[in-house]
Protein backbone atom coordinates (compact mmCIF):
# COMPACT_ATOMS: atom_id res chain seq x y z
CA UNK A 1 0.00 0.00 0.00
CA UNK A 2 1.00 2.87 -1.41
CA UNK A 3 2.64 5.97 1.81
CA UNK A 4 1.33 9.32 2.20
CA UNK A 5 1.45 11.91 4.55
CA UNK A 6 -1.76 11.72 6.19
CA UNK A 7 -1.28 15.62 7.02
CA UNK A 8 -1.90 16.72 3.01
CA UNK A 9 -5.08 14.30 2.60
CA UNK A 10 -8.34 15.69 1.72
CA UNK A 11 -11.82 15.53 3.82
CA UNK A 12 -12.83 13.65 0.60
CA UNK A 13 -9.60 10.89 1.09
CA UNK A 14 -11.36 9.91 4.86
CA UNK A 15 -14.84 9.99 3.71
CA UNK A 16 -14.51 8.71 0.14
CA UNK A 17 -16.97 11.67 -0.89
CA UNK A 18 -17.52 15.50 -0.53
CA UNK A 19 -19.50 16.68 2.94
CA UNK A 20 -22.03 18.85 2.32
CA UNK A 21 -21.41 21.68 4.59
CA UNK A 22 -25.02 22.90 4.29
CA UNK A 23 -26.34 19.79 6.32
CA UNK A 24 -23.19 20.17 8.40
CA UNK A 25 -24.55 22.87 9.65
CA UNK A 26 -28.34 22.46 10.16
CA UNK A 27 -27.54 19.15 11.85
CA UNK A 28 -25.33 21.16 14.45
CA UNK A 29 -27.97 23.90 14.54
CA UNK A 30 -30.81 21.49 15.33
CA UNK A 31 -28.87 19.39 17.89
CA UNK A 32 -27.79 22.61 19.76
CA UNK A 33 -31.68 24.26 19.76
CA UNK A 34 -32.60 20.20 21.22
CA UNK A 35 -30.03 20.51 23.16
CA UNK A 36 -31.05 23.84 24.93
CA UNK A 37 -34.85 23.35 24.75
CA UNK A 38 -34.36 20.17 27.12
CA UNK A 39 -31.80 21.87 29.17
CA UNK A 40 -34.22 24.69 29.97
CA UNK A 41 -37.18 22.08 30.24
CA UNK A 42 -35.02 20.05 32.93
CA UNK A 43 -33.67 22.80 34.92
CA UNK A 44 -37.51 24.21 35.11
CA UNK A 45 -38.51 20.71 36.71
CA UNK A 46 -35.54 20.03 39.18
CA UNK A 47 -36.94 17.09 40.28
CA UNK A 48 -35.47 14.76 37.57
CA UNK A 49 -32.19 16.08 36.46
CA UNK A 50 -31.28 12.64 35.38
CA UNK A 51 -32.38 14.15 31.91
CA UNK A 52 -29.13 16.31 31.25
CA UNK A 53 -28.31 12.92 29.68
CA UNK A 54 -30.46 13.85 26.68
CA UNK A 55 -28.95 17.37 26.69
CA UNK A 56 -25.17 16.23 26.67
CA UNK A 57 -26.16 13.62 23.84
CA UNK A 58 -27.02 16.42 22.05
CA UNK A 59 -24.22 19.06 22.75
CA UNK A 60 -21.85 15.84 22.06
CA UNK A 61 -23.41 15.34 18.88
CA UNK A 62 -23.61 19.25 17.60
CA UNK A 63 -19.58 18.98 18.66
CA UNK A 64 -19.30 16.54 15.92
CA UNK A 65 -20.55 18.13 13.06
CA UNK A 66 -18.81 20.89 14.45
CA UNK A 67 -16.02 18.97 14.36
CA UNK A 68 -17.19 17.98 10.47
CA UNK A 69 -17.93 21.87 9.32
CA UNK A 70 -13.86 22.75 10.43
CA UNK A 71 -12.52 19.95 8.53
CA UNK A 72 -14.36 21.22 5.27
CA UNK A 73 -13.46 24.10 5.66
CA UNK A 74 -9.67 23.57 6.73
CA UNK A 75 -9.60 20.54 3.77
CA UNK A 76 -6.74 21.60 1.44
CA UNK A 77 -5.51 23.99 3.75
CA UNK A 78 -4.26 22.47 6.83
CA UNK A 79 -4.13 18.83 8.55
CA UNK A 80 -8.03 17.64 9.07
CA UNK A 81 -7.44 14.11 10.43
CA UNK A 82 -7.83 15.34 14.05
CA UNK A 83 -11.28 17.12 13.39
CA UNK A 84 -12.02 13.73 11.48
CA UNK A 85 -11.31 11.61 14.22
CA UNK A 86 -13.19 13.78 16.65
CA UNK A 87 -16.06 14.16 14.56
CA UNK A 88 -16.23 10.03 14.15
CA UNK A 89 -16.10 9.16 18.52
CA UNK A 90 -18.39 12.30 19.19
CA UNK A 91 -21.13 10.55 16.76
CA UNK A 92 -20.40 7.43 17.52
CA UNK A 93 -20.57 7.68 20.87
CA UNK A 94 -22.91 10.18 21.79
CA UNK A 95 -26.08 8.04 21.50
CA UNK A 96 -24.94 6.16 24.35
CA UNK A 97 -25.23 9.08 26.68
CA UNK A 98 -29.07 9.37 25.73
CA UNK A 99 -29.85 5.55 26.70
CA UNK A 100 -28.23 5.70 30.01
CA UNK A 101 -31.18 8.52 30.44
CA UNK A 102 -33.46 5.51 29.69
CA UNK A 103 -31.93 3.63 31.77
CA UNK A 104 -32.47 6.14 34.84
CA UNK A 105 -36.22 6.66 33.54
CA UNK A 106 -36.74 2.67 34.03
CA UNK A 107 -34.79 2.84 37.72
CA UNK A 108 -37.35 5.29 38.31
CA UNK A 109 -40.45 4.07 37.51
CA UNK A 110 -38.86 0.83 39.41
CA UNK A 111 -38.09 2.86 42.32
CA UNK A 112 -41.85 4.10 42.78
CA UNK A 113 -43.12 0.45 42.40
CA UNK A 114 -42.13 -1.64 46.07
CA UNK A 115 -44.34 -4.04 45.58
CA UNK A 116 -42.53 -4.55 42.33
CA UNK A 117 -39.09 -4.77 43.43
CA UNK A 118 -39.66 -6.42 47.36
CA UNK A 119 -37.43 -9.31 47.62
CA UNK A 120 -35.74 -8.85 44.34
CA UNK A 121 -32.68 -6.90 45.51
CA UNK A 122 -31.25 -6.96 41.43
CA UNK A 123 -34.74 -5.11 40.23
CA UNK A 124 -33.81 -2.34 42.83
CA UNK A 125 -34.25 1.02 40.13
CA UNK A 126 -30.68 2.44 41.60
CA UNK A 127 -29.36 -1.34 40.72
CA UNK A 128 -30.78 -1.50 37.20
CA UNK A 129 -29.86 1.94 36.21
CA UNK A 130 -26.46 1.36 37.65
CA UNK A 131 -25.91 -1.85 35.63
CA UNK A 132 -26.87 -1.22 32.02
CA UNK A 133 -24.98 2.21 32.46
CA UNK A 134 -21.99 0.24 33.34
CA UNK A 135 -22.84 -1.96 30.58
CA UNK A 136 -23.18 0.88 28.70
CA UNK A 137 -19.57 2.19 29.78
CA UNK A 138 -17.89 -0.97 28.97
CA UNK A 139 -19.35 -0.92 24.90
CA UNK A 140 -18.45 2.67 24.77
CA UNK A 141 -14.63 1.86 26.09
CA UNK A 142 -14.44 -1.05 23.52
CA UNK A 143 -15.73 1.05 20.79
CA UNK A 144 -13.15 4.25 21.60
CA UNK A 145 -10.45 1.32 21.73
CA UNK A 146 -11.61 0.36 18.01
CA UNK A 147 -11.32 3.47 16.86
CA UNK A 148 -8.24 4.39 18.47
CA UNK A 149 -6.50 1.53 16.61
CA UNK A 150 -7.83 2.08 13.18
CA UNK A 151 -7.35 5.94 13.49
CA UNK A 152 -3.56 5.33 14.52
CA UNK A 153 -2.69 3.44 11.69
CA UNK A 154 -4.05 5.80 9.38
CA UNK A 155 -2.39 8.75 10.70
CA UNK A 156 1.26 6.84 10.68
CA UNK A 157 1.45 7.77 6.41
CA UNK A 158 1.79 3.87 6.14
CA UNK A 159 -1.39 2.32 6.77
CA UNK A 160 -1.40 -1.49 7.98
CA UNK A 161 -5.07 -3.49 6.56
CA UNK A 162 -4.70 -6.06 8.99
CA UNK A 163 -4.87 -3.08 11.93
CA UNK A 164 -7.14 -0.95 10.38
CA UNK A 165 -9.70 -4.11 10.00
CA UNK A 166 -8.48 -5.24 13.42
CA UNK A 167 -9.98 -1.77 15.00
CA UNK A 168 -12.71 -1.53 13.21
CA UNK A 169 -13.98 -5.29 14.45
CA UNK A 170 -13.30 -3.74 18.17
CA UNK A 171 -15.45 -1.08 17.18
CA UNK A 172 -17.89 -3.96 16.34
CA UNK A 173 -17.52 -5.58 19.14
CA UNK A 174 -18.16 -2.68 21.37
CA UNK A 175 -21.65 -2.35 18.72
CA UNK A 176 -22.68 -5.58 19.38
CA UNK A 177 -22.28 -5.67 23.11
CA UNK A 178 -24.07 -1.98 22.93
CA UNK A 179 -27.28 -3.49 21.03
CA UNK A 180 -27.16 -6.76 23.19
CA UNK A 181 -27.47 -4.63 26.24
CA UNK A 182 -30.41 -2.71 24.72
CA UNK A 183 -32.11 -5.67 23.62
CA UNK A 184 -31.90 -6.94 27.34
CA UNK A 185 -33.17 -3.66 28.65
CA UNK A 186 -36.09 -3.65 26.14
CA UNK A 187 -37.31 -6.68 27.52
CA UNK A 188 -37.14 -5.13 31.36
CA UNK A 189 -38.88 -2.09 30.06
CA UNK A 190 -41.52 -3.96 28.58
CA UNK A 191 -41.88 -5.64 31.32
CA UNK A 192 -41.78 -3.44 33.80
CA UNK A 193 -44.45 -1.29 31.90
CA UNK A 194 -47.22 -4.54 32.10
CA UNK A 195 -46.74 -5.43 35.24
CA UNK A 196 -49.64 -5.38 37.19
CA UNK A 197 -47.23 -4.02 40.55
CA UNK A 198 -45.81 -1.66 38.36
CA UNK A 199 -46.66 1.23 40.93
CA UNK A 200 -47.25 3.92 38.62
CA UNK A 201 -49.73 1.72 36.37
CA UNK A 202 -52.95 3.84 35.43
CA UNK A 203 -51.82 7.15 35.81
CA UNK A 204 -52.26 8.65 31.96
CA UNK A 205 -48.22 10.76 32.82
CA UNK A 206 -47.24 7.02 32.45
CA UNK A 207 -48.96 5.85 29.42
CA UNK A 208 -46.97 8.89 28.14
CA UNK A 209 -44.21 8.61 29.60
CA UNK A 210 -43.93 5.12 27.93
CA UNK A 211 -44.98 6.28 24.66
CA UNK A 212 -41.88 8.83 24.54
CA UNK A 213 -39.57 6.14 25.99
CA UNK A 214 -40.57 3.17 23.38
CA UNK A 215 -40.50 6.36 20.76
CA UNK A 216 -36.70 6.74 21.81
CA UNK A 217 -36.05 3.03 22.40
CA UNK A 218 -37.00 2.97 18.47
CA UNK A 219 -35.15 5.63 17.01
CA UNK A 220 -32.14 4.41 18.64
CA UNK A 221 -32.82 0.37 17.63
CA UNK A 222 -32.20 2.06 13.72
CA UNK A 223 -29.32 3.69 14.43
CA UNK A 224 -27.76 1.05 16.46
CA UNK A 225 -28.85 -1.27 14.26
CA UNK A 226 -27.25 1.36 11.04
CA UNK A 227 -23.90 1.41 13.03
CA UNK A 228 -23.77 -2.34 13.36
CA UNK A 229 -24.22 -3.80 9.95
CA UNK A 230 -21.97 -0.48 8.75
CA UNK A 231 -18.81 -2.10 10.72
CA UNK A 232 -19.59 -5.63 10.06
CA UNK A 233 -19.17 -5.05 5.98
CA UNK A 234 -15.81 -2.52 7.16
CA UNK A 235 -14.53 -5.26 9.09
CA UNK A 236 -15.23 -8.18 5.76
CA UNK A 237 -13.86 -6.20 3.10
CA UNK A 238 -10.59 -5.44 2.19
CA UNK A 239 -9.24 -1.63 3.36
CA UNK A 240 -9.46 0.13 0.96
CA UNK A 241 -12.30 -1.64 -0.52
CA UNK A 242 -12.51 -3.09 -4.13
CA UNK A 243 -13.76 -0.75 -6.85
CA UNK A 244 -17.31 -0.63 -7.35
CA UNK A 245 -18.21 -2.02 -3.81
CA UNK A 246 -21.49 0.28 -2.14
CA UNK A 247 -19.84 0.80 1.00
CA UNK A 248 -22.25 2.17 3.74
CA UNK A 249 -19.86 3.62 5.21
CA UNK A 250 -19.39 6.11 2.02
CA UNK A 251 -22.80 6.60 1.43
CA UNK A 252 -23.62 10.86 2.76
CA UNK A 253 -27.14 10.18 2.45
CA UNK A 254 -27.42 6.79 5.04
CA UNK A 255 -25.21 8.59 6.97
CA UNK A 256 -27.87 11.31 7.29
CA UNK A 257 -31.08 9.69 7.31
CA UNK A 258 -29.90 6.65 9.36
CA UNK A 259 -27.72 7.69 12.19
CA UNK A 260 -28.13 11.80 12.52
CA UNK A 261 -31.84 11.85 11.77
CA UNK A 262 -32.92 9.07 14.26
CA UNK A 263 -31.29 10.94 17.25
CA UNK A 264 -32.71 14.00 16.24
CA UNK A 265 -36.24 12.23 16.13
CA UNK A 266 -35.26 10.47 19.66
CA UNK A 267 -35.00 14.06 21.13
CA UNK A 268 -38.98 14.61 20.58
CA UNK A 269 -40.28 12.88 23.45
CA UNK A 270 -37.74 14.77 25.70
CA UNK A 271 -39.31 18.01 24.02
CA UNK A 272 -43.41 17.40 23.82
CA UNK A 273 -43.33 14.28 27.17
CA UNK A 274 -40.78 15.36 28.87
CA UNK A 275 -39.87 12.66 31.68
CA UNK A 276 -39.64 15.30 34.54
CA UNK A 277 -42.75 16.43 33.84
CA UNK A 278 -44.73 12.49 34.22
CA UNK A 279 -42.73 11.07 36.39
CA UNK A 280 -43.98 11.94 40.29
CA UNK A 281 -41.49 14.29 42.64
CA UNK A 282 -38.59 12.16 44.40
CA UNK A 283 -38.84 11.95 48.03
CA UNK A 284 -36.88 14.87 49.93
CA UNK A 285 -33.14 13.96 50.97
CA UNK A 286 -34.58 14.20 54.50
CA UNK A 287 -37.03 11.12 53.31
CA UNK A 288 -35.41 7.93 54.23
CA UNK A 289 -35.04 4.63 51.65
CA UNK A 290 -34.10 1.94 53.97
CA UNK A 291 -32.16 -0.74 52.57
CA UNK A 292 -32.13 0.64 48.64
CA UNK A 293 -36.62 0.33 49.10
CA UNK A 294 -38.45 3.54 49.09
CA UNK A 295 -40.49 4.16 52.09
CA UNK A 296 -43.29 6.80 52.28
CA UNK A 297 -42.53 8.82 48.87
CA UNK A 298 -42.82 6.02 46.93
CA UNK A 299 -45.46 4.61 48.50
CA UNK A 300 -47.99 7.83 47.99
CA UNK A 301 -46.92 8.01 44.31
CA UNK A 302 -47.93 4.72 43.60
CA UNK A 303 -50.85 5.01 45.71
CA UNK A 304 -51.87 8.08 43.72
CA UNK A 305 -51.67 6.28 40.76
CA UNK A 306 -54.41 4.28 41.69
CA UNK A 307 -56.61 6.28 43.22
CA UNK A 308 -56.31 8.59 40.00
CA UNK A 309 -57.87 5.63 37.87
CA UNK A 310 -60.50 4.86 40.94
CA UNK A 311 -61.62 8.11 41.05
CA UNK A 312 -62.47 8.11 36.93
CA UNK A 313 -64.21 5.18 37.45
CA UNK A 314 -68.35 5.79 38.31
CA UNK A 315 -70.62 5.32 41.44
CA UNK A 316 -72.37 1.61 40.41
CA UNK A 317 -72.26 -1.28 42.23
CA UNK A 318 -69.35 -3.47 40.19
CA UNK A 319 -67.55 0.08 40.73
CA UNK A 320 -67.92 0.53 44.44
CA UNK A 321 -67.16 -3.28 44.81
CA UNK A 322 -63.76 -2.44 42.33
CA UNK A 323 -62.80 0.52 44.73
CA UNK A 324 -63.63 -1.22 48.15
CA UNK A 325 -61.34 -4.10 46.98
CA UNK A 326 -58.92 -1.44 45.88
CA UNK A 327 -58.85 0.77 49.03
CA UNK A 328 -57.73 -2.68 51.35
CA UNK A 329 -55.09 -3.57 48.55
CA UNK A 330 -53.81 0.35 49.18
CA UNK A 331 -53.68 -0.35 52.67
CA UNK A 332 -52.01 -3.46 52.70
CA UNK A 333 -49.48 -1.67 50.60
CA UNK A 334 -49.07 1.02 53.09
CA UNK A 335 -49.05 -0.91 55.97
CA UNK A 336 -45.99 -3.23 54.46
CA UNK A 337 -43.82 -0.41 52.90
CA UNK A 338 -44.29 1.64 55.74
CA UNK A 339 -43.32 -0.99 58.38
CA UNK A 340 -40.23 -2.07 55.94
CA UNK A 341 -38.08 1.17 57.20
CA UNK A 342 -38.06 -0.16 60.77
CA UNK A 343 -37.55 -3.63 60.13
Not at 279 to 297: I, T
Not at 315 to 333: A, M
Request: net charge neutral.
Amino acid sequence: MAQYDVNELLIYDFFKYWPSLALACIALSLYTVAAVIVGYLTERRKAHRFVHTVTATGLVEAAGYAALIYAIERSGKSSVFSAYVVMQVFVIEAPNILQMGLYITIGRVLFFSPDLTRGHKLLRGWVIATAFACADLIAIVIQAIGISIWASSQSSGDPDQDQIRLGCGVTLAGLAAQLLFFVCFTVLAIWTHRHPRNGLRGRPETRKLFIGLYWAMGCLYVRNIFRFVEFVQSTVLTWPPPEGTYVLSEQQVLFYTLDCLPILLAFLPYIFMHPGYLLPDMPPKGSPVAGGKPADAAAEASEAGRLGTTELSGSGPEEKSSKHGLDEEQQQFRMVVLAEPTQ
